[in-house]
């Protein structure tokens, strides 16, 4: 079988470099906000071309940290719209209603499956105060035209960039289009940790100020506490771990590349749509290789059977979920085809038999295939 994703072969490259990293931690006698923390920061902001970096829990929490944070700072009061995508992993709703602001759902475009910047004006009110685009699948929103939005009705830019690090345009990178952004470093992210992890990236010092507090039960300095926070810090060994995964990001993100292009130009079937090639001057960090047919389970089926694991991202949009089934919802149509048509196929550094994915997708035809059913 075909892993979906071979994260033991990923981190094996690193076995003994962690080794060192977890030897020199136990060596400090130092394990929560300590010198990796501060180093990884400093470094995953320079790389990304942002001024500041905050190591957070998790990526949910990079979320929910920028929206209380603006909520500590007054831009944003309990009841405030926030937009984002239909088609998103749960976390970015979650950090929106879990701050006691109102998530307010948007199709997405259905070339790119991210924010549509008409959609988004379209959702607004006179409540609106925040636009939340998701970098799905590693590709960039349509930051030109949601930035252009945010301008002309003052509202905050805060991006999910939590499936694409590395991801650019024009050279500018993922977590620097807006006033903030959140990143994920769940294991099986671009950019994963050995455990949860995830980090805030802005531009504004006291916005950055202000997570970082947060995020340590709302206190700069030992027992004061201006604010009621959090405990929701990187620790020090994955900071560490992640450090030494920083460094062969931008080759990863090649080799993603490449396995991207042989999958757009090999894969040849009536039945597959394939997702959009990066146009010029932007950069994909591939995070999801995600295809789209009109016959998806029975793909799905197909690919299982030729030894390809495969999964769907994701099949239930937001308003379709039961934890948000008490809220009103617009009619989201383009949401709703894509849930019911997107599979992901494999794609992460150091992937073998790339080939074989191709040959099991051209061979797949819904007429001759067993298992039917879109
Ligand atoms: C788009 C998106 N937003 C937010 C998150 C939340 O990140 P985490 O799992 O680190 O909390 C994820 C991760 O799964 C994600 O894919």
Same mark, same amino acid.
């Given at each position: ?31 929560v ?49 926030v ?22 759902l948007?199709d997405?475009?259905e070339?790119?499956a ?15 105060? %925040?636009? =939340?685009?998701v970098? *799905?699948?590693?590709?960039? @929103? #349509? ?5 252009? $939005? !945010? ?31 959140a ?56 900071? %560490?771990? =992640?450090?030494?995964? *920083?460094?062969?990001?931008? @080759? #990863?993100?090649?080799e993603?590349?490449? $396995? !991207? ?15 959009e090639?990066p ?13 789209r ?82």
């Amino acid at each position: 079988m075909i892993p979906f994703l071979d994260l033991k072969a990923l981190n094996k490259r690193f076995e003994g470099e962690f080794a060192s990293a977890l030897q020199r931690v136990l060596d400090s006698g130092w394990f929560v906000c300590g010198e990796e923390l501060r180093a990884f920061e400093a470094e995953f902001a320079l790389w990304c071309g942002v001024a500041h970096c905050i190591g957070v829990g998790n990526g949910l929490d990079a979320l929910s940290l920028i929206l209380k944070a603006y909520m500590h700072l007054g831009r944003l009061v309990p009841g405030d719209e926030v937009i984002l995508p239909a088609n998103t992993f749960i976390a970015t709703a979650l950090a929106v209603s879990e701050a006691g602001l109102v998530p307010v759902l948007a199709d997405p475009l259905e070339s790119s499956a991210n924010l549509d910047p008409v959609a988004a004006a379209a959702a607004m009110s006179s409540r609106t105060r %925040a636009l =939340l685009p998701v970098h *799905l699948y590693g590709r960039l @929103a #349509d930051m030109v035209a949601l930035r252009e $939005l !945010a301008r002309q009705h003052g509202l905050l830019l805060i991006e999910d960039a939590a499936q694409a690090h590395g991801a650019s345009l024009g050279g500018q990178r993922a977590g620097t289009w807006g006033d903030a952004a959140a990143f994920s470093f769940f294991p099986g992210k671009n950019l994963g940790a050995l455990g949860d992890g995830g980090a805030v990236l802005t531009g504004d010092e006291q916005l950055a100020a202000c997570v970082a507090s947060l995020r340590n039960y709302g206190s700069q300095r030992k027992y004061h506490h201006e604010q009621r926070g959090v405990n929701s810090r990187l620790d020090e060994l994955q900071a %560490a771990f =992640l450090r030494i995964k *920083l460094r062969v990001l931008d @080759a #990863d993100q090649d080799e993603r590349n490449i $396995l !991207a292009a042989r999958y757009l130009s090999g894969i040849r079937n009536k039945h597959i749509v394939l997702p959009e090639v990066p146009v010029a001057g932007e950069r994909h960090s591939w995070h999801l290789f995600v295809v789209r047919s009109a016959y998806r389970n029975a793909l799905q089926a197909h690919l299982h059977e030729q030894g390809v694991a495969t999964l769907v991202h994701y099949p239930i949009p937001i308003h379709r979920q039961q934890a948000y089934s008490c809220l009103a919802w617009p009619s989201l149509p383009v949401a709703e085809r894509l849930a019911e048509t997107v599979l992901s196929l494999p794609i992460y550094p150091g992937m073998k038999r790339v080939d074989r994915v191709i040959e099991a997708c051209n061979s797949f035809n819904p007429d001759s295939d067993s298992c039917m059913g879109a």
